[in-house]
């Protein structure tokens, strides 16, 4: 053995499936009787949540009938179709948004099959997007927004539905990358957008929740000790920070949570007032339903972006240029101005660089009604727990417990959801049974402000991406900047987010050289297996398998133990990806990419499936 493979050989191995691969399949819990009904290509999936009754319904038969149309194109697809699934979500597990707002309530649009021409692309259909398209078609520009899947599908419709300018970095430690002239424009802005979501929801009379409440900080430690002392200094020092910027915030040394009643004391903290929370899957449903009346707009769902180039020339102001998009069924959009809303840029590194990916995880547990404050609850810990509450029934609401992040594909997934309901059950003791348990994904800036604006070494496409644990208000944040950007009007905030920024990457620098090097660690994988015969797999499971001859194969096993392979490198850099048995997906731990249990694109910045193996 070489030198090189001793040290690869000795690295931590965290990808692999624990024990041998036949045990990879992921045990729903004990609380959560699920039944899933899988069938062989493009059928149809469904869940049933038999503690709660509910189901999660397919699509109408026109959604059906486009998904079919989807599937059978002349183009580049997984190696075998996914289930409808990761066509409307990207993981096996349902959110608990889908209690009072099921898949199929979703509007319906059709798929670009013609060249068009537009003003604005946007390419995502997520809160970004959704926003940025209402901002402008109120400005009185002609939209055009496409989407890969089904609209609302990435990480949007699996988020725990925050809205926050108690920003998760803390205003301290922003104002050190900032400035506190930096400080004081991500507070504003964020303000601005728990509120301009209100607006909104009033605007289009749209019924989803939206709500103004505190918000609470509070030590992960016990009271009374050391490090709890510590942690309340640090808490009062972004308290009077945060006064000083303009946000209305207080410090209380006895704040108390109604519902904690365990014996864990973390007693004291910061509230942030009028914060938010709404039910983000109906208010979005709502803005795109307003948005389909409207004649200049125009939306296509299923239609995946795979090219995205400035072309023309334009020097001193003149000529012209203009921007290309390329779909994958080989159509094209020309436009002025192209936004990129796709949670990360599809492209290969530049701000890709400058971030950390993380999954992170959310459970949703009945509570008797009115016995837990309705609040937003933030803890200290790294990564930290936080919690809200959204309705149930006539009996009960859903406390959803959210936090456990860790690396993208660089950790074992399995053992977060039972490790926050141990954690909500220590300090909530009222709490019931689990009824919803999923996962989602952000990306962390290593400055941690968002990236919005133009795009590095272009100047009219347009990125937003970097939510670093508030995606919904930066993505708000995101329509009024880049709305204003495209129109070419000045906005204070725009230096802070502007992703050709210099002063706060260059304070990070040591933060992205550590991840860079930590992510060129992830390429030892060319020289891993997870199983050394397909036979190794349990049905329901997947494992790259490496023949050392040839590259990596990714392998999946069905219910039925029908078996789909495909190449295991991650189209974006190369990567290798794992199995993640609790959302039955591909997850590259390179850049964070993430493909369906056949090889579907659901997660960027890869474009494109798996490929055949």
């Known amino acids: 053995m070489t030198s090189m493979k001793r ?27 699920s039944r899933l009904i899988l069938s062989h290509g493009m059928k149809t999936l469904k869940i ?45 597990k349902d959110p608990v948004w889908v209690h009072g707002d ?36 109120t400005r ?6 496409i989407e890969a899947r089904d609209v609302l599908s990435g990480e949007t419709g699996r988020t725990s539905g925050h809205l926050s300018n108690a920003l998760d970095d803390m205003y301290p430690e922003i104002a050190k990358k900032h400035g506190e002239s930096g400080a004081k424009a991500a507070a504003e802005s964020h303000t601005w957008a728990l509120n301009r979501v209100g607006e909104i929801a009033r605007e289009l009379k749209i019924s989803c929740e939206y709500r103004h409440l505190p918000g609470y900080r509070v030590s992960q430690y016990q009271r009374g000790t050391e490090e709890w002392k510590k942690d309340i200094e640090e808490i009062k020092e972004d308290v009077e920070l945060a006064k000083k910027l303009g946000i209305d915030a207080a410090f209380d040394e006895n704040l108390t949570v109604k519902g904690w009643d365990g014996k864990i004391d973390q007693r004291g903290g910061a509230i942030f007032y009028r914060q938010a929370a709404f039910h983000p899957t109906k208010y979005l449903n709502g803005v795109l339903k307003w948005l389909k009346e409207q004649p200049n707009f125009r939306c296509y769902t299923f239609t995946r972006a795979m090219g995205i180039k400035e072309k023309g020339i334009e020097v001193l102001g003149l000529g012209h240029k203009y921007v290309q998009i390329e779909t994958e069924s080989g159509k094209t959009i020309q436009c002025e101005h192209a936004v990129e809303t796709t949670n990360v840029p599809l492209q290969k590194l530049s701000v890709v660089a400058q971030m950390e990916w993380n999954r992170t995880y959310c459970i949703a547990m009945r509570v008797p009604k009115d016995s837990v404050d309705d609040i937003l609850l933030y803890d200290t810990a790294d990564p ?13 609401d859903y406390l959803v417990i959210g936090g456990e992040d860790h690396k993208v594909g660089q950790e074992d997934p399995r053992g977060h959801f039972e490790n926050l309901e141990r954690w909500a059950r220590e300090r909530f003791t009222g709490a019931k049974s689990v009824a919803y348990q999923w996962s989602g994904q952000i990306f962390e800036p290593a400055d941690y402000m968002a990236y919005i604006g133009k795009n590095q070494g272009n100047n009219r496409i347009y990125v937003v991406t970097g939510d670093s644990g508030n995606g919904l208000t930066h993505g708000v944040v995101a329509s009024r900047l880049l709305a204003d950007e495209i129109e070419g009007k000045e906005n204070s905030w725009a230096a802070l987010y502007s992703p050709k920024r210099v002063g706060g990457v260059i304070k990070s620098a040591p ?21 050394q015969d397909i036979e190794d797999l349990a ?9 050392k001859t040839s590259k990596p194969i990714a392998v999946y096993k069905d219910e039925n133990g029908n078996v789909t392979k495909m190449s295991a490198l991650c189209p974006h850099m190369g990567g290798v990806v794992c199995w993640n048995p609790v959302e039955k997906s591909w997850d590259c731990p390179v850049h964070g990419s993430r493909f369906g249990e056949k090889g579907l694109a659901i997660q960027g910045p890869a474009k494109a499936n798996l490929g055949k193996a």
């Open 7 to 33: 040290v690869v050989t000795a690295l931590s191995q965290r990808c692999r499936p624990l024990g041998r691969a036949i045990n990879c399949r992921h045990q729903p819990h004990p609380s959560l009787s």
């Open 102 to 137: 099921p898949f199929s309530k979703r509007p319906d649009f059709k798929t670009l099959d013609e060249d068009i021409e537009t003003d604005v692309c946007i390419i995502g259909a997520g809160i970004s997007g959704i926003s940025l398209a209402y901002e402008l078609i």
């Open 539 to 547: 049905p329901g499971c997947g494992g790259v398998l490496n023949p």
């Open 48 to 92: 049933t949540n038999t503690s709660e009754g509910q189901r999660s319904e397919s699509k109408n038969s026109q959604t059906s009938q486009q998904f079919s149309t989807y599937s059978s194109r002349n183009m580049a697809r997984p190696a075998v179709d996914d289930s409808e699934q990761f066509v409307r979500t990207s993981g096996i």
């Open 511 to 531: 933060t992205i050289i550590q991840n860079d090097l930590q992510v060129n660690m992830q390429y030892k994988r060319l020289l891993q297996s997870d199983i």
């Open 384 to 396: 930290y727990k936080y919690i809200r509450l959204t309705p149930c029934d006539e009996e009960h």
């Open 140 to 145: 009185g520009r002609e939209v055009v927004l």
